[in-house]
């Protein structure tokens, strides 16, 4: 597609379920970054890909956090037991380039709601 | 301390009038790189203009405009002949460093700008 795509768009979990929130990149884009929403808040890094590579996972706040990027394509972010402070935006972006020039813009998803009840 | 600060949660301007929104950023780093997204209802963050911290003249992108304050630490974005379109969130945003691996950006908490006609 010709932008970054992802789903679902809306999730709705009981907490302690498990969640799986997929990022489908512009094709060729190198980099992909996942960040997270709260209401009323700017986004906040998760984590950053380059290709298959995971170089930063400094923003996960929980290590029931995951997210991987098997092919350095599609990327899935998973939420183990979720709690209702997961509630937010989950929103993903990707760059083309590998380290990031410091001009170098980002370009986003749409996001997914998640609400944890 | 925070790194972006937008202080004004809300803003209104008639269509058709000039409109500045406010950013100042922290940052002991030589080389940045400043960012302002538009995230309309849809969800999705727009890229709208970028300013270099070695950049001698002011960004402009249309009818964008940054206002760069470097000794003040301050971004702020004009938006000229404002549009109905144009009522959304703004994000100001900075990505620090030249260093390898400087690549997230680290967003404010926004303004909501809402345009009357």
């Known amino acids: 597609g010709a932008g970054v795509s992802q789903s679902p768009r809306y999730k709705v979990a009981k907490r302690g379920q498990d969640v799986a929130l997929r990022c489908d990149p512009i094709?060729?884009?190198?980099?992909l970054f996942w960040y997270q929403q709260a209401l009323g808040q700017g986004p906040e890094f998760l984590t950053y890909?380059?290709?298959?590579?995971?170089?930063?996972k400094s923003g996960l706040p929980s290590d029931r956090f995951f997210a991987e990027r098997p092919e350095g394509s599609v990327s899935t972010l998973k939420i183990q037991r979720t709690q209702q402070e997961d509630s937010a935006v989950y929103l993903c972006?990707?760059?083309?380039?590998?380290?990031?020039?410091?001009?170098?813009?980002?370009?986003f998803g749409s996001g997914t709601q998640l609400s944890v009840l | 301390a925070q790194k972006i600060t937008q202080t004004q949660p809300g803003m209104f301007v008639q269509e058709k009038e000039a409109v500045t929104l406010d950013c100042t950023y922290d940052?002991?780093?030589?080389?940045?790189?400043l960012f302002w997204y538009k995230q309309p209802s849809s969800g999705e963050m727009i890229f709208l203009i970028y300013?270099?911290?070695?950049?001698?003249q002011n960004a402009t992108e249309g009818r964008y405009s940054l206002n760069f304050q470097k000794a003040r630490k301050s971004a702020n974005l004009v938006i000229s002949a404002s549009q109905l379109g144009d009522s959304a969130m703004y994000f100001c945003?900075?990505?620090?460093?030249?260093?390898?691996?400087?690549?997230?950006?680290?967003f404010g908490k926004g303004t909501k700008l809402s345009v009357i006609p």
């Open positions: 945003a900075m990505r620090e460093g030249a260093r390898a691996g400087s690549y997230q950006l680290t």
């Open positions: 940052t002991s780093d030589p080389s940045y790189g």
């Open positions: 300013q270099g911290s070695y950049d001698q």
């Open positions: 094709s060729g884009h190198v980099s």
């Open positions: 972006a990707s760059s083309l380039g590998q380290q990031g020039s410091r001009n170098e813009k980002l370009f």
């Open positions: 890909f380059q290709n298959e590579a995971q170089l930063d």
